[in-house]
């Protein structure tokens, strides 16, 4: 198990916004499992009294920290408008508790290894971050259904099991109509997770299409696309190609023919 090499400074970075990611990246990442962790024993449990003070009480301090880093690195930028503007998805992970086990499938992303070929890379992390995501909405929208759903009148979803076999249905646009949401934040919470389940088909059938394209051009390289790496790797084959042709023109020219003894 390898570990990827330390954040490339994106615009709007400085060194000291480099450092601060670095430190803080997998205490944030170990902080929203505890987050999602949390978040299941609250509405599992149907927790009450004093575990719901904790509960509460840990997902609020979760909830500062990453609103508190997001801070801290705006305040290390510079310029600031353009890291605000480069890292708008920063600012909707420390608004939105939803999003944030997102960290998770990045952190995982880290510690395995996808750097065979380029093409293998992309697509390795584009199924992760896509079936991760699926699955982290799956279950993230099946607790706050049944949460909001629990106590409604008239409610059909009023287990886990439930909420999940629901949202499963919901997010595979299947839609067997047994169990639906009464509630208005129900309702809501069953939009965005027809939406992800859109958005998953069409992740799905595009890694798949690529593998595939990929797989049908073996053996007809020079139909293959050069990719930027590829493109890098040759302009500084040619500039070094170049460098060396300098020093040869610019070296000491050879000697001559003697002059003939007795000239003048």
């Known amino acids: 198990m390898t570990t990827a ?91 939105i508790p939803a999003l944030r086990p997102v960290r998770l499938l990045d ?18 992390r584009l199924l992760i971050y896509g079936v991760g995501s699926a699955m982290l909405l799956v279950w993230y929208i099946s607790l706050l259904v049944l949460q909001a759903e629990r106590h409604a009148p008239g409610a059909t979803i009023t287990s886990f099991g439930i909420a999940v076999w629901w949202a499963f249905c919901t997010v595979t646009t299947v839609g067997y109509g047994d169990y639906v949401p009464v509630t208005v934040p129900g309702r809501v919470a069953a939009v965005f997770l027809m939406a992800g389940g859109v958005v998953l088909v069409g992740l799905v059938v595009a890694t798949i299409s690529s593998w595939v394209v990929e797989r049908a051009s073996r053996g ?8 930027r790496a590829d493109m890098r790797a040759l302009t500084d084959e040619l500039r070094l190609a170049a460098q060396r042709a300098g020093v040869e023109r610019s070296g000491p020219e050879a000697p001559g023919p003697a002059a003939p003894q007795g000239s003048p």
Do not use: C
């Open 5 to 95: 090499p330390g954040p490339v400074a994106a615009k709007g970075e400085t060194a000291r916004s480099v450092r601060w990611s670095q430190l803080t990246y997998w205490p944030l990442a170990v902080a929203a499992a505890v987050f999602l962790l949390t978040y299941t024993v609250h509405v599992i449990g149907d927790v009450e009294g004093l575990w719901s003070w904790i509960t509460t009480a840990t997902i609020a301090i979760i909830w500062v920290m990453f609103i508190v880093d997001y801070l801290v690195k705006l305040r290390l930028s510079h310029p600031r408008r353009l890291w605000f503007r480069t890292h708008k998805f920063d600012l909707v992970l420390a608004l």
């Open 220 to 227: 007809h390289d020079d139909a293959v696309p050069a990719s």
């Open 107 to 124: 952190a995982f992303t880290r510690l395995a290894s996808f750097t065979r070929t380029a093409g293998n890379s992309i697509r390795a």
